[in-house]
């Protein structure tokens, strides 16, 4: 099988960077403010002005930019990732499960896709997933089935090599 490389939708990343522009929008305007009471003398107010409201928006922008870069590869010797929390590279043989896991976020659920390695650490795909309708991902379920069966096939030719 050659490499499969799940990324996210076009839908995803588009709300991911509509919402990081409106927190960058946000923070300019308290980074403004901020200035104006700094030019005015106020500087109890211009700091903690730009910390609540201005420094906040621009970690979470970088963050959310960080995040619409992630994905999710598999292969024919197990799955790699890349997200906001780095890489990873699993072969078959150390996974134990491949499973679902919806939860629910502040406006509806989201539903991701959880690796339980042998070893008992568990993680979770940073692609795909699927949330609410703005980033709703309507392939998820066949995603995920896909990523099923490629790990079974590689944990067969693992048993079938060592026999």
Request: aromatic content about 8%; hydrophobic content about 45%.
């Amino acid at each position: 099988m050659d490499k499969t490389i799940f990324r996210y939708t076009r839908r995803q990343r588009g709300a991911m960077w509509g919402f990081a522009l409106g927190l960058g929008v946000w923070a300019g305007a308290a980074c403004v403010r901020s200035s104006r009471l700094l030019a005015d003398h106020q500087t109890g107010g211009a700091v903690g002005l730009f910390l609540l409201l201005g420094l906040l928006p621009l970690v979470l922008f970088v963050v959310l930019v960080g995040m619409s870069t992630g994905i999710t590869r598999i292969d024919a010797h197990g799955l790699r990732t890349r997200g906001m929390t780095g890489r990873k590279r699993v072969p078959w043989e150390q996974i134990e499960s491949i499973h679902e896991l919806a939860g629910r976020v502040r406006r509806g659920t989201i539903t991701r896709i959880g690796v339980t390695r042998t070893d008992g650490k568990s993680f979770l795909l940073p692609v795909p997933f699927s949330s609410g309708t703005v980033a709703m991902d309507p392939d998820f379920y066949d995603k995920l089935e896909l990523i099923r069966r490629q790990w079974k096939l590689g944990r067969g030719a693992q048993a079938a090599q060592e026999a």
